[in-house]
């Protein structure tokens, strides 16, 4: 390292989140440096302490319910000099957050503010920290949104947030993050919502950054394989304490905590089969009535031979499943199907072009498939798929559903066939409502569409369905803001099942989800499509998944359906520059590619200083 002192040193950092009822400690004796130009990344599943570590650091925790207990954040300021950030006034802080600290928050739809454009957002924040004119301002911020390789810069800079996609939004706040050239850049999930090409963009641009800049980049993520070529050390973190930390080739070729082994095997990799059963945390780890962490010596590596005749049993009827499928009629057929959308400009929102989200595109689905649809953010397989319900309307085109025209469907009708064809929606938090129980969220679409003969007999079919997701009869009466995320999700996947659906329409279900978690709803979903025979068309970013998941693979790009194929020919031969960018993007997270891009990062900076 160039510097002695680190820029950052973080010592026996303490947070609680008090109730009425009990404290919790949601950091526990964390203690680390970060040094200018280097990337630590911090790694760990939903609620294990990472994110409360970073707005700790930026006291950007309320007083309650949370609160900072004990500790030191020592930082050296280009204003300040050597501060305790915990100590600082808070008139000086205002100053460092921002400017010389600057966050990427998780959740971009919540860090925007809805009734601004996205471009005054972070022009806003140019202006209060620099001396710029609002016309340099808007062109620094039209260059931060070119550099974030948003396309169409000038158009999100007049658009509100919800007028763009989830991942156009969190490169907005990557650009916003940049805005004043941070000391500091925490990093908090800001690749989550995106798909691999643009996660491979902003990645590189962080460690771009890191290098011309000397910026120091605290990267937390719940994804082990995504910080594996950009992370320089890598602490893991679970129940608010670091139970490993270390160099990057070290965590990956020699975990020592069975929970970093976990996580590392969960993930589904490449050259796994469809069948097998993904691993997860539990299977790697469990803890004993005082809390401490044993190594389970049986790990799913060696499955029983109970699992392996299960698992062999699952798969041969589920062949004989799609044997027997191959013969009926389609369940779904789209024909030259089109979703434009009008370009409108000035008072009179006159119409001055179109964006063809969805443009003549045609596919085929049999009963019992998993189609994979995969392509980078904004190119039109959220459209389709919401197209394919008719939430969003046709431009033209004939969508055929179970014998059914949905295209001609009358409103009634319509609502009649939407309980064939659900869809779990790609934020699970907004899809829930706020104001009713999870029995209540479950219960609902069976009223609506009068299944069963009284309410009594749909809440107890409301248990039989959290408990089929892997919850328990407890979280009935729980609402959606007392549930984690991998929770949420299971609840989603329950009221999607409510009415007995041939076919479920999955947009990114499992994108925002713990490695740990979304392998378990991948299972989950794997065992009910063998148990009810449903027909997924699975949307989704992250060609991992997909192709564990799939039958077949539809590639979108630009709003066409470019490349087709089953997932062995999709990885294997594709024919497409688009589809070989795709996978080439994919983090792989083995060790030669680690080294391989550690020395290629060593002679990038060396070629800059």
Same mark, same amino acid.
């Given at each position: ?10 010592i ?6 008090s ?49 900072i ?14 501060v ?64 974030a390789?948003?396309s ?60 011309k ?15 594996a ?95 027997e ?13 089109k ?69 001609? /469907? ?10 064939n =064809?659900?869809? !779990? *929606?790609?934020? %699970?938090?907004? +899809? ?14 069976m ?43 299971r ?7 409510a ?12 994108s925002?989800l ?7 709803? /991948? ?10 025979? =449903?027909?997924? !068309? *699975?949307?989704? %970013?992250d060609? +991992? ?23 062995e ?41």
């Amino acid at each position: 390292m160039t510097l002695l002192k680190p820029i950052l040193q973080v010592i026996n950092l303490n947070s609680v989140f008090s109730t009425l009822h009990s404290i919790t400690k949601a950091v526990d004796k964390v203690s680390f440096e970060v040094y200018a130009g280097e990337t630590v990344a911090i790694v760990g599943e939903s609620g294990s302490g990472k994110s409360v570590t970073a707005l700790s650091l930026m006291r950007l925790l309320d007083t309650t319910p949370g609160q900072i207990a004990t500790g030191q954040v020592v930082f050296q300021s280009k204003k300040y000099g050597e501060v305790d950030l915990l100590q600082l006034p808070e008139k000086q802080m205002q100053h460092i957050r921002g400017n010389e600290i600057s966050m990427v928050f998780q959740e971009p739809m919540s860090s925007l503010n809805p009734v601004y454009t996205c471009g005054k957002q972070v022009t806003e924040a140019l202006l209060i920290h620099n001396t710029l004119t609002k016309k340099q301002a808007k062109e620094r911020t039209i260059q931060l949104f070119e550099k974030a390789r948003l396309s169409h810069p000038e158009r999100i800079f007049d658009a509100y947030p919800h007028e763009v996609s989830g991942g156009q939004k969190q490169r907005v706040m990557i650009a916003m993050a940049l805005a004043c050239e941070p000391s500091i850049l925490i990093a908090d999930e800001p690749t989550t919502a995106l798909d691999v090409t643009v996660q491979a963009r902003v990645l590189r641009l962080v460690d771009e950054l890191r290098i011309k800049e000397n910026t120091a980049v605290l990267f937390i993520t719940h994804d082990l394989g995504v910080v594996a070529e950009i992370a320089d050390r890598i602490l893991v973190m679970y129940k608010g304490k670091i139970v490993e930390q270390g160099k990057v080739i070290d965590i990956f070729t020699n975990p020592q905590h069975p929970y970093t082994k976990g996580l590392l095997a969960c993930r589904p990799k490449l050259t796994a089969k469809k069948q097998t059963i993904l691993p997860t945390v539990s299977d790697f780890m469990f803890e004993d009535e005082q809390g401490n962490i044993l190594e389970r010596k049986a790990q799913i590596l060696e499955p029983s031979l109970e699992d392996v005749v299960s698992n062999y049993v699952g798969t041969v009827r589920n062949i004989k499943h799609q044997q027997e499928n191959k013969q009926k009629p389609l369940l779904l057929q789209v024909e030259n199907l089109k979703v434009h959308f009008p370009i409108k400009k000035g008072f009179f929102g006159r119409t001055t072009g179109l964006v063809k989200a969805v443009d003549d595109v045609s596919f085929e689905v049999r009963p019992g498939e998993t189609i994979g649809l995969v392509g980078e953010s904004g190119c039109g397989k959220t459209t389709l798929g919401r197209a394919l319900l008719r939430l969003i309307e046709p431009t033209e085109g004939s969508i055929t559903f179970d014998g059914q025209n949905v295209v001609q /469907l009358t409103p009634e009708e319509l609502r009649n066939s939407r309980r064939n =064809i659900q869809m !779990i *929606f790609q934020d %699970h938090y907004t +899809s829930l409502n706020p104001m009713h129980t999870v029995s209540e969220v479950i219960v609902e679409p069976m009223q609506v569409h009068n299944f069963y003969s009284s309410d009594k007999e749909r809440h107890g079919k409301s248990l039989e369905l959290i408990e089929k997701v892997g919850l328990t009869k407890d979280y009935l009466h729980r609402y959606p803001h007392e549930l984690s995320g991998g929770q949420r999700q299971r609840v989603s996947i329950a009221r999607a099942l409510a009415l007995r659906p041939k076919c479920i329409i999955c947009d990114e279900s499992v994108s925002a989800l713990d490695v740990s978690v979304q392998a378990q709803v /991948l299972n989950l979903l794997n065992r009910l499509k063998q148990e009810f025979h =449903i027909t997924y !068309i *699975f949307i989704t %970013h992250d060609l +991992s998944v997909a192709k564990y998941m799939s039958d077949r693979i539809l590639v979108m790009n630009r709003g066409k359906i470019v490349e087709t194929g089953t997932p062995e020919q999709i990885f294997r031969q594709p024919q497409e520059e688009y589809t070989r960018n795709l996978i080439s993007a994919i983090p792989k997270g083995e060790p030669e590619d680690i080294i391989t891009a550690q020395q290629k990062r060593k002679a990038i900076k060396a070629g800059l200083e």
